[in-house]
């Protein structure tokens, strides 16, 4: 039972244009949302994440939408640059006594061309 | 600030051995405390998570194991390796800050032979 999915294995776009990574979620109990970075051999690294009360968060090149009636989250990132190659997982979490549990997305590989 | 290691980095072991992670976390108190395994082309697994001392909740059945007998130390364990054990281990602790945040540690990338 896939709870959270990356439909998209991979992505590539070139230098300069937007990225648009995909989440897509079954569970409306899901109350938080959070975007990680990933290089091989490497930690994840927290990227930009939104709570369930809003539909959007800006940091920078980074923005997450939220439609919560779709159940789906997506990552623009705007300009791309070469260094944002990397693996880009979604990350999902419940509130209340979840105890802070995320439930991860597959992973999609993302590829900026110079 | 915060500092999260692991160690050790890269781990090759015969199927049989045991085996013996460690995390700690330096800058925090009575942090939550995880572990997650990536399988080649998968995305995270959590296999347990601590709210503190001695305090370990497995999210799926395997032959791994966990302890935490200090406040920033957290252990992932194995009497006996299988194949299937092999993959990249991670730690991670939970912020306060935005406190559904989790950060992660460097990993450990453990092949079974």
């Known amino acids: 039972d896939q709870q959270v999915k990356q439909n998209s294995p991979s992505l590539s776009v070139q230098e300069g244009r937007i990225s648009i990574l995909n989440c897509d979620y079954t569970n409306s109990m899901f109350d938080y949302f959070l975007w990680y970075k990933k290089y091989p051999a490497e930690g994840p690294t927290f990227l930009i994440s939104i709570s369930s009360i809003k539909d959007k968060n800006e940091d920078g090149r980074f923005t997450v939408f939220l439609n919560k009636s779709a159940k789906h989250l997506s990552l623009h990132i705007v300009p791309s640059q070469p260094g944002d190659s990397a693996v880009y997982f979604c990350a999902l979490a419940k509130g209340g006594t979840s105890y802070g549990k995320l439930t991860f997305g597959q992973g999609t590989i993302l590829t900026v061309h110079p | 600030s915060q500092t999260i290691h692991q160690w050790p980095a890269t781990l090759v072991q015969p199927v049989g051995s045991p085996l013996s992670l460690e995390c700690t976390v330096e800058g925090t108190s009575n942090p939550n405390l995880y572990w997650y395994r990536q399988a080649a082309g998968r995305g995270l697994q959590l296999l347990f998570y601590?709210?503190?001392?001695?305090?370990i909740s497995s999210e799926v059945p395997q032959n791994l194991s966990a302890s935490r007998p200090q406040d920033r130390q957290f252990i992932l364990s194995s009497k006996k390796l299988l194949l299937s054990d092999s993959g990249f281990y991670l730690c991670?602790?939970?912020?306060?800050?935005?406190?559904?945040?989790?950060?992660f540690g460097p990993g450990t990338r453990l092949l079974v032979l």
């Open positions: 601590s709210v503190g001392i001695g305090q």
């Open positions: 991670a602790w939970r912020g306060w800050t935005h406190k559904e945040t989790q950060y």
